[in-house]
């Protein structure tokens, strides 16, 4: 059985079945998730798979340098990644990494391309497919948003049924998979990688009868200025990567509203890594690895919705590399101090599309593939591995339709019952751990095996921790964040009388404190101000918002410029307001 198409692939070399067909057969949630909707009852166990740790390839392994989604600054410029010139290293490293058998034929994997896939090739081949839709199902393309110049952000839209408009994908019955490419301008192959997949559903290859199980959103560049001068930044110079809570750029405005009208139960973001880099610069060696893997971890997500990124998404998806015979690693970056040679997985802050998307109840993956810095060396392997992944992702979505769908329904009520209750997460820290990774040297080309300090995100420990208040009060000079907040999905009333409400109110920090001082009393809350409750499915995406401690935060970025225009309600309020809907 073979899952590639004639028209995905170049015709030099017939395909070869090594895609991941083979699906890990995963224990089910079970019953334990179908609970009744009475909001205070415990977490049932969950009675998914057992290990947390993925089988690890054959194959030799390796670390990895600075990487695509965890870059710090939302609104600084990011430097490129160094380039690679004439392989200051030795050349036998690259027989490691040949192509694979059959080789993809995106607009932009062409043999004698200088570039890569156009927005105007993008735009024709989405079309081309949507309108080649097969009997039962439809292929639809959207224009989710514009670039800061002006460029279409587009998305194919594929399910089971007439439609494909939001209201439809939502009352079908089935989850929706979002698949993220081309966030950085300079990390190509999830572009190349998401058109490939593209094709496959627009083929009617193996992908398609997925469609009886689940719905598949693609958006293969999200970030179409940087395209063209290969650029990590947006064309104001935002990082976007860390722009999905705060939402600056009209990219980031664009994802959130996707993700708001079509609801999807699990987030996919492909990127790549650089195989030199600072990497090369501190061990003196390159990436070994092909695929490096990071589930959603932040503070206040959802235990079940960390639990199936991990078991249900990651697992597989490692599986399938290895199947495939392509060596993968939990993601991991050097340090950005010169001499200090630990490695961390990826932040933990809330303003990764991954960690935004876990706060919105969504499973999410940050896949990333070897060689932003490598131009055009290995692209066919760097999108083959790209491939495999969302691929076995899409099919992981499938085998557990049904389980997410009881999650989704379980963990919205779960995280709506605790407001006015327990404790919130301010801040929290990875677990320090020694690890072993695989690179090799630059020299020699030999590999070799390192144990390294490694600070762990699937181990996460609460550093700062507050009371969970009922709600947040928010003044009506807060309209900004309002609005941002609205994009992300979250309910948000407007106070119709005015009145009073018991609050924390933040003042200034200590003298040597970074924390503010609560200071609890009556609050007057005139009409027009606004209350945002924690009784709903959203409200940890609320707090990591509004709570002003955290360098992401919008009393942090300046979004709510006054602590006089937030407030921290700790009981149930009973002033007269009405809903706002959009």
């Not at 700790?570 to 809903?579: C, G, K, L, N, Y």
């Amino acid at each position: 059985m073979t899952f590639l198409t004639k028209p995905v692939f170049s015709q030099a070399k017939r395909p070869q079945p090594v895609w991941a067909h083979r699906m890990l057969k995963l224990t089910t949630l079970g019953s334990a998730v179908l609970l009744t909707a009475c909001a205070n009852v415990q977490l049932p166990p969950w009675t998914g798979m057992s290990n947390s740790s993925p089988t690890k390839t054959s194959q030799p392994s390796a670390s990895v340098t600075s990487a695509p989604a965890v870059q710090p600054a939302v609104s600084r410029p990011v430097a490129p990644a160094p380039q690679l010139a004439a392989l200051p290293y030795n050349p036998s490293i690259e027989s490691l990494f040949p192509d694979p058998t059959a080789l993809y034929a995106t607009p932009g994997l062409g043999a004698n391309r200088q570039q890569f896939s156009t927005h105007t090739e993008i735009a024709t081949l989405l079309q081309s497919l949507s309108s080649k839709a097969g009997s039962g199902y439809q292929l639809g393309t959207t224009v989710i948003g514009t670039s800061q110049r002006g460029l279409p952000i587009q998305a194919l839209i594929a399910t089971q049924g007439q439609s494909t408009q939001a209201t439809a994908i939502n009352n079908n019955g089935k989850p929706t998979v979002l698949l993220v490419g081309g966030q950085r301008g300079d990390e190509p192959a999830s572009t190349e990688a998401l058109l490939a997949v593209a094709s496959e559903l627009g083929q009617g290859g193996l992908l398609a009868p997925l469609l009886q199980q689940i719905n598949i959103i693609i958006v293969p560049r999200a970030n179409p200025d940087a395209a063209d001068t290969a650029s990590p930044v947006t064309a104001d110079g935002t990082d976007l990567t860390h722009d999905h809570l705060l939402l600056n750029t009209p990219e980031a405005q664009a994802l959130a509203r996707l993700t708001r009208n079509y609801r999807p139960a699990a987030v996919i973001d492909l990127h790549e890594f650089t195989a030199g880099g600072a990497f090369l610069q501190k061990f003196q060696a390159v990436q070994r690895y092909d695929v490096l893997l990071q589930p959603a971890a932040t503070a206040n997500a959802h235990e079940f919705i960390n639990k199936a990124a991990r078991e249900w998404y990651s697992q597989p998806v490692r599986s399938a590399l290895n199947q495939a015979e392509l060596s993968n690693e939990w993601f991991f970056q050097p340090s950005a101090q010169p001499g200090d040679k630990s490695l961390s997985m990826a932040s933990l802050d809330a303003d990764t599309l991954i960690n935004a998307s876990s706060l919105k109840n969504s499973a999410a993956l940050l896949i990333a593939s070897r060689g932003s810095d490598l131009g055009r060396m290995h692209i066919q392997r760097r999108v083959h591995s790209l491939v495999i992944a969302a691929t076995a992702s899409l099919r992981a979505t499938a085998e557990k339709s049904q389980n997410l769908k009881q999650v989704e329904s379980f963990v919205s009520r779960d995280i709506s019952a605790l407001a006015c209750r327990n404790t919130l997460a301010i801040k929290a820290v990875q677990t320090p751990q020694q690890h072993s990774i695989r690179m090799l040297q630059a020299d020699s080309g030999q590999e070799v095996e390192a144990r390294v300090d490694w600070k762990s995100s699937l181990s996460i420990k609460p550093e700062q921790t507050r009371p969970r208040p009922c709600g947040y009060w928010l003044s009506a000079d807060s309209g900004r964040a309002v609005d941002r907040l609205r994009l992300q999905g979250v309910q948000i009333m407007q106070i119709a009388e005015p009145g009073q409400m018991l609050a924390d109110s933040y003042n200034a920090a200590r003298s040597g404190s970074s924390s503010p001082v609560l200071t609890r009393g009556a609050i007057d809350t005139p009409a027009g101000s606004y209350y945002i409750t924690l009784n709903q499915a959203k409200a940890h995406l609320a707090t990591a918002a509004l709570e002003p401690d955290t360098p992401f935060s919008y009393v942090s970025k300046s979004l709510i410029t006054s602590p006089a225009d937030i407030g921290r309600v700790v009981a149930a309020p009973s002033v007269v307001f009405e809903e706002e809907m959009e």
